[in-house]
T-cell receptor
Framework: GENVEQHPSTLSVQEGDSAVIKCTYS??????FPWYKQELGKGPQLIID?????GEKKDQRIAVTLNKTAKHFSLHITETQPEDSAVYFC?????????????FGKGTLLTVNP | DTGVSQDPRHKITKRGQNVTFRCDPI?????LYWYRQTLGQGPEFLTY????????KSRLLSDRFSAERPKGSFSTLEIQRTEQGDSAMYLC????????????FGPGTRLTVL
C-alpha cells in the first residue's frame, strides 16, 4: 500500500516569511495529492490539491509542486500570517481500482510568529 | 452551512459500552469515508462507501466496528464493547464520484473511553 512521509514535523517562521513542507510517497500509481490544514479541535480543511498530470498549482499565497519521477510533492506558503498557524497534512491517493482512500503524512505543525 | 456534519461532536463512554456516530455528507456527494485520527497522527482510513455499498474496510476496522449507509445518504459508525484504545477522533469525509475527487471532512467526533 501507499506510504507517505512528511517533513519537517515542526516549522517555525516569522510573519511574512515563506514556509515549505515536503512529502514523499511510495506508490508510483498514486495520482492525486491533496493538502489539508487542521486547526485545534477541527476537522481537516482542504486547502489545495494537485493531480499527476500537472507539475505545479497555485492559489493566491499557496502553491504545490509535484515531481512524479522523484515521487515527492511540496507545499509552499508565501507571506505567512499568524492565522496560517496550524497542522498541515499531505496525502496521497492509494491505488486499488475503485478505492479512493487517502494515505496521510504525520503532519507538520506550522507556527507563524508575529 | 452545506458542509459535512457529524454528531455528536464529543462522546465520553465507559469501557464495554456501545457507541454510534452519525455523518451527513455534502448532499450531492455519493462517496463517503470514515477515518480515525489519534493525537499527533494523520487520519487513517477505516472504510468507504459508494452510494449505499461499502466497498472497502481497513484492517483497522475490527469486528467490533460496523458502518452503514442506508439509502446512500447519511452514514453511521457503531463501535461495540468499546476499549480504551478506541479513544480517538472519528472523521467523516465525502466526495463526488468519477475520478479521485476532493474529499471534504466534517468536524469529527471525539471519543473518550474511560
Amino acid at each position: 500500500g501507499e506510504n507517505v512521509e512528511q517533513h519537517p514535523s515542526t516549522l517555525s517562521v516569522q510573519e511574512g516569511d515563506s514556509a515549505v513542507i515536503k512529502c514523499t510517497y511510495s506508490d508510483s500509481a498514486s495520482n492525486y495529492f491533496p493538502w489539508y490544514k487542521q486547526e485545534l479541535g477541527k476537522g481537516p480543511q482542504l486547502i489545495i490539491d494537485i493531480r499527476s498530470n500537472v507539475g505545479e498549482k497555485k492559489d493566491q499565497r499557496i502553491a504545490v509542486t509535484l515531481n512524479k519521477t522523484a515521487k515527492h510533492f511540496s507545499l509552499h506558503i508565501t507571506e505567512t500570517q499568524p492565522e496560517d498557524s496550524a497542522v498541515y497534512f499531505c496525502a496521497g491517493e492509494a491505488s486499488g481500482g475503485s478505492n479512493y482512500k487517502l494515505t496521510f503524512g504525520k503532519g507538520t505543525l506550522l507556527t507563524v510568529n508575529p | 452551512d452545506t458542509g459535512v456534519s457529524q454528531d455528536p461532536r464529543h462522546k465520553i463512554t465507559k469501557r464495554g459500552q456501545n457507541v454510534t456516530f452519525r455523518c451527513d455528507p455534502i448532499s450531492e456527494h455519493n462517496r463517503l469515508y470514515w477515518y480515525r485520527q489519534t493525537l499527533g497522527q494523520g487520519p487513517e482510513f477505516l472504510t468507504y462507501f459508494q452510494n449505499e455499498a461499502q466497498l472497502e474496510k481497513s484492517r483497522l476496522l475490527s469486528d467490533r466496528f460496523s458502518a452503514e449507509r442506508p439509502k446512500g445518504s447519511f452514514s453511521t459508525l457503531e463501535i461495540q464493547r468499546t476499549e480504551q484504545g478506541d479513544s480517538a477522533m472519528y472523521l467523516c469525509a465525502s466526495s463526488l464520484g468519477g475520478l479521485a475527487g476532493a474529499q471534504y471532512f466534517g468536524p469529527g467526533t471525539r471519543l473518550t473511553v474511560l
